[in-house]
């Protein structure tokens, strides 16, 4: 399968060939690289349904025009935590690698770049 945003990888199904979902020392589960991700490589896309409120889950994207949307995680990226120093950042819904990230290695990004996870708060 080849890895691009032009060809999204969403299904769970799908990134389970390149990531894992497990414990994490940052909080509760996060999400880590079985394969090594160079920097700007295209790791998956954030999918779910629209979203009205803000949860853990919500990914709040900007669309090219500047409006905003909504989209409760459904798949396995739903699960990333955040860090100061991420190491992905998300192009709308499309992930990428910040830096080289290596197997083992939790993926995170920052929830207050601008875009992304928010918490109610």
């Keep these: 399968m080849e890895m691009n945003a032009e060809n999204p990888v969403?299904?769970?199904?799908?990134?389970?060939?390149?990531?894992d979902v497990k414990e994490s020392v940052i909080h509760g589960l996060?999400?880590?690289?079985?394969?090594?991700?160079?920097?700007?490589?295209?790791?998956?896309?954030?999918?779910?349904?629209?979203?009205?409120?803000?949860?853990?889950?919500t990914l709040n994207v900007q669309?090219?025009?500047?409006?905003?949307?909504?989209?409760?995680?459904?798949?396995?990226?739903?699960?990333?935590?955040?860090?100061?120093?991420?190491?992905?950042?998300?192009?709308?819904?499309h992930l990428f690698a910040r830096t080289l990230i290596r197997p083992g290695e939790e993926i995170t990004f920052d929830y207050s770049d601008g875009e992304g996870i928010r918490f109610p708060g």
């Design 10 to 19: 969403f299904l769970t199904r799908d990134l389970i060939q390149f990531l």
């Design 30 to 57: 996060g999400v880590f690289a079985k394969c090594d991700f160079r920097t700007e490589d295209y790791i998956g896309t954030y999918w779910g349904s629209r979203a009205v409120e803000i949860t853990p889950y």
């Design 63 to 93: 669309n090219e025009d500047g409006t905003l949307f909504l989209i409760e995680g459904r798949n396995l990226l739903r699960y990333i935590n955040h860090s100061d120093t991420p190491n992905a950042v998300f192009d709308g819904i």
